[in-house]
C-alpha cells in the first residue's frame, strides 16, 4: 500500500494539481477583491474602438467578428492578470514595474508641458541666447605645409612667399593637405587641425604670408583671405530651430518644478553608509 501511496506521489500530473489548487487557494484568500469595486470588469465602446483602433494599425482592415471577440477576450485576461498580479503584490520590489511606471510618469509629464511658444516668446529666448544660435565664424586662407624636419627652413620658405612666388603651393613637402581652403567652417577647421591651430589662425591679419603655425600634422605658412565673423540669424530665418530649443528648456524646467513639488510631499531619510562596507 504504502508503495502505491509512493508511486502515485511521484506523478508528474499529480504535481501540476497540487500546484494548481495551491495557486487557487493563494489567489482566493490572497488576492481576494479588497473593495466591491474589484471584481467588476466593464469593457466599454471606447476601450473596444481602442482595441479595433490598433488592430487597424497593424493590420491595415477591420477584425471579422471572430477576431473582435478574441481582442475583448485577451483584453479581459490581460484585466484579470493584472488585477491577480496587484492583489498578490506582484508590483513591488520589482525594478523593471518601478522603471516602466516612472517612465509613464515621465510621458505624461512630457503631455503635460507640451505647449505653443509666442513669437515674443521664442525672440526672448533667442535674445537671451544668442550663442546657442550664432553661426560659426568662417574662413579662406591658403597654406603651404612642412615637415617638422624643415622647421629650420620655415623662415626661408616664408621669405619666398612673400616675395610673391608664381605657385606657391609647390613649396609644400606634401600634397596630402589642400592648398586652398575657401569659406570653411571654424568648426571644420577645428575638426581637421586642432583647437591651437585654428584658434592661431583666426587671429592673424589677412592679406600676408605669416607662420610657421603648429599643428597635429606639422608645420604651416598660411595666408589668410577673409574671414567672416558669425551672426545671429533674425528669428524669421531660423524659426523652427528655436522653437525646438525653447521647448527643451521649458519642458525641462517645467517638469523639474513639477517633480520638485511632488517630492516636497515626502520626508526622505538617508541612511549613513560606509564606504568600507562594499
Same mark, same amino acid.
Do not use: C
Given at each position: 500500500?504504502?508503495?502505491?501511496?509512493?508511486?502515485?506521489?511521484?506523478?508528474?500530473?499529480?504535481?501540476?494539481?497540487?500546484?494548481?489548487?495551491?495557486?487557487?487557494?493563494?489567489?482566493?484568500?490572497?488576492?481576494?477583491?479588497?473593495?466591491?469595486?474589484?471584481?467588476?470588469?466593464?469593457?466599454?465602446?471606447?476601450?473596444?474602438?481602442?482595441?479595433?483602433? /490598433?488592430?487597424?494599425?497593424?493590420?491595415?482592415?477591420? @477584425?471579422? =467578428?471572430?477576431? !473582435?471577440?478574441?481582442?475583448? $477576450? %485577451?483584453?479581459?485576461?490581460?484585466?484579470?492578470?493584472?488585477?491577480?498580479?496587484?492583489?498578490?503584490?506582484?508590483?513591488?520590489?520589482?525594478?523593471?514595474?518601478?522603471?516602466?511606471?516612472?517612465?509613464?510618469?515621465?510621458? /505624461?509629464?512630457?503631455?503635460?508641458?507640451?505647449?505653443? @511658444?509666442? =513669437?515674443?516668446? !521664442?525672440?526672448?529666448?533667442? $535674445? %537671451?541666447?544668442?550663442?546657442?544660435?550664432?553661426?560659426?565664424?568662417?574662413?579662406?586662407?591658403?597654406?603651404?605645409?612642412?615637415?617638422?624636419?624643415?622647421?629650420?627652413?620655415?623662415?626661408?620658405?616664408?621669405?619666398?612667399?612673400?616675395?610673391?612666388?608664381?605657385?606657391?603651393?609647390?613649396?609644400? =613637402?606634401?600634397? !596630402?593637405?589642400?592648398?586652398?581652403?575657401?569659406?570653411?567652417?571654424?568648426?571644420?577647421?577645428?575638426?581637421?587641425?586642432?583647437?591651437?591651430?585654428?584658434?592661431?589662425?583666426?587671429?592673424?591679419?589677412?592679406?600676408?604670408?605669416?607662420?610657421?603655425?603648429?599643428?597635429?600634422?606639422?608645420?604651416?605658412?598660411?595666408?589668410?583671405?577673409?574671414?567672416?565673423?558669425?551672426?545671429?540669424?533674425?528669428?524669421?530665418?531660423?524659426?523652427?530651430?528655436?522653437?525646438?530649443?525653447?521647448?527643451?528648456?521649458?519642458?525641462?524646467?517645467?517638469?523639474?518644478?513639477?517633480?520638485?513639488?511632488?517630492?516636497?510631499?515626502?520626508?526622505?531619510?538617508?541612511?549613513?553608509?560606509?564606504?568600507?562596507?562594499?
Amino acid at each position: 500500500m504504502f508503495d502505491s501511496i509512493r508511486t502515485v506521489m511521484r506523478e508528474p500530473l499529480l504535481h501540476f494539481l497540487l500546484g494548481g489548487a495551491g495557486l487557487f487557494l493563494l489567489f482566493n484568500f490572497v488576492a481576494a477583491p479588497q473593495t466591491s469595486g474589484d471584481d467588476q470588469i466593464d469593457v466599454t465602446s471606447g476601450q473596444i474602438e481602442h482595441l479595433v483602433t /490598433l488592430f487597424v494599425k497593424t493590420r491595415q482592415r477591420v @477584425p471579422t =467578428d471572430v477576431e !473582435l471577440r478574441g481582442l475583448v $477576450d %485577451n483584453y479581459v485576461l490581460e484585466e484579470v492578470l493584472y488585477r491577480e498580479a496587484l492583489a498578490i503584490g506582484l508590483d513591488k520590489d520589482d525594478s523593471i514595474v518601478r522603471r516602466r511606471l516612472r517612465q509613464k510618469i515621465e510621458f /505624461l509629464l512630457d503631455d503635460f508641458t507640451l505647449v505653443e @511658444p509666442a =513669437d515674443a516668446d !521664442l525672440q526672448q529666448f533667442l $535674445d %537671451n541666447n544668442p550663442d546657442r544660435f550664432r553661426l560659426d565664424d568662417r574662413i579662406s586662407f591658403a597654406q603651404v605645409y612642412l615637415q617638422e624636419e624643415s622647421r629650420a627652413d620655415a623662415e626661408s620658405t616664408l621669405a619666398m612667399l612673400r616675395s610673391g612666388v608664381s605657385d606657391p603651393s609647390q613649396l609644400s =613637402d606634401s600634397h !596630402l593637405i589642400a592648398y586652398q581652403f575657401d569659406d570653411v567652417a571654424e568648426a571644420v577647421i577645428s575638426a581637421q587641425f586642432g583647437d591651437s591651430f585654428t584658434t592661431a589662425l583666426f587671429e592673424l591679419e589677412t592679406g600676408q604670408w605669416t607662420g610657421p603655425i603648429d599643428s597635429p600634422f606639422g608645420l604651416h605658412l598660411v595666408r589668410i583671405e577673409q574671414i567672416v565673423i558669425g551672426v545671429v540669424p533674425a528669428l524669421a530665418d531660423i524659426r523652427e530651430v528655436v522653437e525646438r530649443e525653447w521647448l527643451v528648456d521649458f519642458r525641462t524646467s517645467a517638469q523639474q518644478a513639477i517633480i520638485e513639488q511632488m517630492k516636497s510631499k515626502y520626508t526622505v531619510t538617508v541612511e549613513p553608509y560606509e564606504a568600507a562596507n562594499r
